[in-house]
């Protein structure tokens, strides 16, 4: 059985497991060890292989990646230059695809104003689990390699008129609405459109606090894809202090 279980998502925080009977791939560790701890304490994975893969070195997103990995004994991967700027010298540079036990875990280069973002594309016997956040556009290779995810996690990080009339310097604003950002609603329901398929899960993840709210995201993906005849499994937002739901596949 496959399973996957978003620990934490949002500015303060991102964290994402994927286990099997044999091993469990944990996307980003931007939360303390103790929240780890406590959210993963029923889920009798101690005895699994546990290997790390941080998509950037933003703080939300590899905070707890030096702790989590010390305690677990977890191998951690990532881009080289990641790594550099993190300074983890006892860590595995990776380019292209990883094989660990049944998964195979495929960076895909994306635009964020880090020193070489990547999202993840996680397989495992034929179920595939996309792992999509922090990035300004979504590219064709990209939907390309998403498209018929089982569960497809992606950024719905702001609502536009929100972020448009909110507390923000121009300049964050711009950051965030530029190429090198983050996704908003809109973007991320045009992502959904395209490459989701029938049996498709879609959480949600990594929503502005200030520019955003589950409300908002799950009214404006939805409308698209009804609108546009899109059939999916599910769908929700996944939360900071939640997560998302825990899924056995």
Request: charged share 25%.
């Amino acid at each position: 059985m496959l399973n996957f279980y978003m620990l934490s998502s949002g500015s303060r925080g991102n964290s994402t497991i994927i286990w099997d009977e044999n091993d469990i791939i944990i996307i980003d560790c931007g939360i303390s060890m103790k929240k780890f701890s406590e959210k993963t304490s029923e889920l009798n994975i101690e005895n699994l292989e546990k290997s790390i893969f941080i998509s950037h070195e933003h703080s939300d997103h590899s905070s707890g990646a030096r702790a989590i990995s010390r305690k677990l004994k977890a191998d951690v991967y990532s881009r080289n230059k990641t790594l550099e700027k993190l300074r983890m010298d006892n860590a595995y540079s990776i380019n292209g695809e990883v094989a660990i036990g049944n998964f195979s875990i495929t960076p895909i280069p994306v635009n964020h104003d880090a020193v070489d973002p990547v999202v993840y594309i996680i397989r495992n016997r034929g179920v595939k689990i996309s792992v999509v956040s922090d990035l300004g556009v979504v590219d064709d290779s990209l939907l390309t390699e998403m498209k018929n995810s089982s569960i497809m996690a992606i950024e719905a990080n702001h609502d536009t008129e929100m972020l448009k009339n909110g507390p923000y310097t121009e300049a964050l604003k711009g950051r965030i609405r530029s190429d090198h950002g983050h996704l908003s609603n809109e973007q991320s329901a045009e992502a959904i459109y395209a490459c989701a398929s029938g049996e498709t899960k879609i959480i949600l993840t990594h929503l502005s606090e200030k520019n955003n709210t589950p409300d908002i995201a799950l009214h404006t993906v939805k409308s698209h894809l009804l609108n546009r005849g899109r059939n999916y499994n599910s769908i929700e937002a996944a939360s900071q202090e939640f997560g998302s739901t825990l899924y056995r596949l």
